[in-house]
């Protein structure tokens, strides 16, 4: 039986994850999204084109590609339904886990509620935490309901009575009005729902090749991220297994995504965040803007204690390096290898109490030009020592490394 790659975010998410794949997919039969709903973006460049995706994925770029929504996702239908606007011929090519949860409106209503309090996390409002709790609870409605859209909107009508006793203030619409939306949302949307984990199943029978990718970073899973400043899902490796229905024993190689600095968005720690001029050359530099809301990141330098915390909490035995021309033109770059507290004692572990460590750093001589090259020896000496001993550091080979958004410029070692 064939094997399922995998990738994943190993820091808070926007590492450069769309490219990867989206470079990847072309020697693969399906690409799968297994977790986390449209809170999160990947962004492709192909041919000066720029696609944004946020429930598709980034397989959909390729004719030959399989494209799965696995059933840990949760799907806002009409968020679903325009992404697929900007596609051609999707019939045998996207396929959505019957097993998925909806976002409906009130979701987004308990989500903004939420939000308004003083210890907001920083979501995007989005419905992802509220949908994820409604499934937790086994009170979720899945996108296979859609076969029958008369039983679900009398379920819908009454989570709309059940949530605005939470004072969201949600419209209540009429059940004509929900019912006509639904036919639109079942309409366009049940041609692709099926039974995708034995899809699945079937497709390793056959000896095809699967990639699963995931959504946001390690740091943010629900269990082993910065808690409570995470989402609501499972990022890591395992969260793949749950979230498609592949057993871990048919896994393959976990390929962890980093960038060559750090950002995360959202409330939270973030021990090497720099809030003056050097985050804002990176901020602007990088494009440092959400692909799903537009927000500002908070930036900062490559925080090597966490790449290493989620490249063995992953498994991953290859690393692939963004935006590594982001960096080009500094005299000094800075790593993180270690953490200290205020007093300059030495912490061993401190994930927990990570708003409390100050980092370690390390310094490297800075390189003038990384951008657009495509042979690791045509790097600047500077820039490939800095490659080699994060490699050091971190305990992983770096087997990729990316110089622009266009999908050539790409290091393979």
Not at 256 to 271: D, S
Request: aromatic letters at 8%.
């Amino acid at each position: 039986m064939a094997k399922a790659d995998l990738i994943v975010g190993i820091q808070w998410g926007d590492e450069g994850k769309g490219k990867m794949v989206d470079m990847l997919a072309c020697n693969y039969d399906y690409v799968v999204r297994y977790q986390g709903g449209h809170n999160a973006g990947h962004t492709i460049v192909v041919n000066d084109t720029k696609y944004a995706l946020h429930l598709i994925p980034s397989g959909i770029l390729y004719d030959k590609c399989k494209n799965i929504i696995g059933n840990g996702v949760v799907i806002n239908p009409q968020a679903l339904i325009d992404e697929m606007k900007q596609f051609k011929n999707l019939k045998d090519r996207l396929f959505i886990s019957s097993k998925a949860h909806l976002i409906l409106p009130y979701h987004e209503g308990l989500d903004k509620l939420k939000e308004s309090a003083k210890d907001a996390i920083g979501t995007t409002k989005k419905g992802i935490g509220p949908a994820y709790t409604d499934k937790v609870s086994r009170e979720g409605l899945r996108i296979g309901e859609l076969r029958d859209i008369e039983s679900l909107c009398d379920k819908i009508l009454n989570k709309y009575e059940d949530n605005n006793f939470k004072n969201i203030n949600t419209k209540i619409p009429s059940r004509e009005s929900l019912l006509q939306e639904l036919e639109g949302y079942a309409r366009e949307l049940v041609p692709f729902i099926t039974d995708t984990t034995t899809m699945l199943w079937e497709a390793l029978d056959r000896g095809e090749k699967i990639l699963c990718e995931g959504a946001q970073g390690s740091m943010l899973d629900v269990d082993f991220g910065t808690y409570p400043f995470v989402t609501s899902s499972n990022t890591i490796a395992a969260g793949a297994c749950s979230g498609t229905g592949i057993a871990p024993r048919y896994l393959g190689d976990v390929i962890g995504i980093m960038k060559a600095y750090c950002t995360r968005v959202g409330n939270g720690p973030f021990p090497t965040e720099e809030i003056g001029e050097m985050g804002e050359y990176l901020r602007e530099k990088g494009g440092e803007f959400g692909v799903t809301t537009g927000r500002a990141r908070r930036c900062g330098w490559l925080d090597a204690m966490l790449v290493r915390y989620a490249c063995k909490l992953n498994g991953v035995n290859k690393l692939a390096v963004m935006k590594l021309d982001v960096l080009d033109g500094l005299d000094t770059i800075k790593v993180c290898v270690g953490y200290e507290d205020d007093k300059g004692n030495k912490l061993e572990s401190c994930l927990d109490d990570l708003g409390l460590a100050k980092p370690i750093y390390r310094e490297f001589k800075g390189w003038d030009k990384t951008a657009g090259i495509r042979e690791f020896e045509f790097l600047p000496k500077e820039a490939q020592e800095y490659i080699l001993e994060l490699e050091k550091i971190i305990g992983v080979k770096i087997e990729m490394i990316s110089t622009s958004p266009d999908r050539l410029d790409t290091i393979i070692r």
